[in-house]
Nanobody
Framework: VQLQASGGGLVQAGGSLRLSCVVS????????MDWFRQAPGKEREFVAT???????TYADSVKGRFTVTSDTVKNTVYLQMNGLKPEDTAVYYC???????WGQGTQVTVSS
């Protein structure tokens, strides 16, 4: 499994970003995909899940602001992030739930 996350950057509080994760080696139509994040000095934490049936789950801290979707033709998972807050600053990673491998992540920095 190979995972390539991109789309991070520097944004002001209240702004938006869309992260992408290109997935290779497995099909999204048969796998659940997760987004995690890790802020400096903190443990990696769960952000969102998208099952192969299209069901979503979100951490309470991002519920109502973040949306996870996928394009099964492009085999890509997206994380739309709106209403960003400084506490959303972290490296964001995508992961296939039943595989151990992690991609390199993409940095999101939200300024106040």
């Amino acid at each position: 499994v190979q995972l390539q996350a991109s789309g991070g950057g520097l944004v002001q509080a209240g702004g938006s970003l869309r992260l992408s994760c290109v997935v290779s080696g497995i099909r999204l139509t048969a796998n659940t995909m997760d987004w995690f994040r890790q802020a400096p000095g903190k443990e990696r934490e769960f952000v969102a899940t998208l099952t192969h049936l299209g069901r979503t789950t979100y951490a309470d801290s991002v519920k109502g602001r973040f949306t996870v979707t996928s394009d099964t033709v492009k085999n890509t998972v997206y994380l739309q992030m709106n209403g960003l807050k400084p506490e959303d600053t972290a490296v964001y990673y995508c992961k296939a739930s039943r595989y151990k491998s992690w991609g390199q992540g993409t940095q999101v920095t939200v300024s106040s």
